[in-house]
């Protein structure tokens, strides 16, 4: 069975079922970064957030940001999802060709890392492709990956590790006379320190004695908080007391900052993209329509080409970067 055959029926399954969806989003992992597929290279990975998406769900008025900054005609826009192709603007302007207005699944991040679905929102698709919608902490984000379609974006970032052991409690010395209740209060640590590690281990038996080293611990932080030059000076621990050290995923799903615009705003910014594509993708061997005006060229754009030359340089450019190899991981 085909990787969008299979795609397409678990998204229709999960639009059968709307509740249990928000059970497996929220309660199954720990983190939300521990539901999205292919980030952690060390963890086996649990689902897509844009495949559980559930189109059942209620468009929502807001989402995130104040209700004041949402009109009838306001759009998410995940243009960020392109900004690392500025290099590339040929792949930059293919990708949003022909792009529109589409639904896509609103989720929800608290301070503590569960995550769940609570509706839709109307976002500006990338040609098409629909990126998940995220509320992080009050941030409005993009997860730029829809396997359905078979398009993500990659990007180095830090994300959390493999499970270890936990770190040795530190204890500070004490004054003279007081040996007799240190010695008792170091194997009362010991003690549970073991008790404790024996728990994680058995509650997850991949957990290794991991070097924290001069590793800074983040607190209520996650470990994607943190630029790549600050990754492995740091480690986490989960809600749930399991310990991580931080590291550098050279290849994971692209998130970056939303932004909002009117239904007007975007279409004019796709339609300045397709004007540049259509001008620079053109070459003499295609049965386009030119007009040669002062010894320029340029092709005439009523009617737009068809997107057929552009989704496959897209889809080119997802089997150069092995997209479904890593969809599939």
Known sequence: MSRLLLAGLVLAAAEDNATEVR?????TRSTFWDTLEGIFGSTKKFVHVSVRRSHKMGLLDSFCLDEDLWG????????????HLIGDPLSQSALVYNSGKEQAPAFERKADGSTHQVG???VWSLGGRIPAVLCDRGRLTCHCEDPVRGWAEFEPA????????????VVEGVSNGYEEQAAK????????????????????????????????????????DFSVEQCERTYSRTKRGVHHVCEVDQKT???????????????????????????NFYTPSLDWKVRTVNFTTRVVEEPLPAADLFQAHVHNRME?????????E
């Open 23 to 27: 059970e497996d989003i929220s309660s």
């Open 72 to 83: 009838d005609d306001t759009v998410v826009s995940c243009d960020c999802c392109t900004d």
């Open 120 to 122: 839709m929102v109307n």
């Open 158 to 169: 830090c994300r959390r590790g493999k499970p270890c052991e936990p770190p040795e409690t």
């Open 185 to 224: 209060l170091q194997a009362a640590l010991a003690k549970a320190n073991a008790s404790k590690a024996d728990a994680l281990l058995e509650a997850d038996s991949a957990a290794v004695r991991c070097a924290f080293g001069d590793r800074v611990p983040l607190g209520s932080a996650f470990c994607e």
């Open 253 to 279: 799903f692209r998130h970056c900052g939303a932004t909002l615009l009117t239904e007007a705003e975007a279409q004019q910014r796709t339609a300045e993209a397709m004007s540049w594509a259509v001008q």
């Open 320 to 328: 150069d970067q092995g997209t479904m190899e890593k969809l599939e």
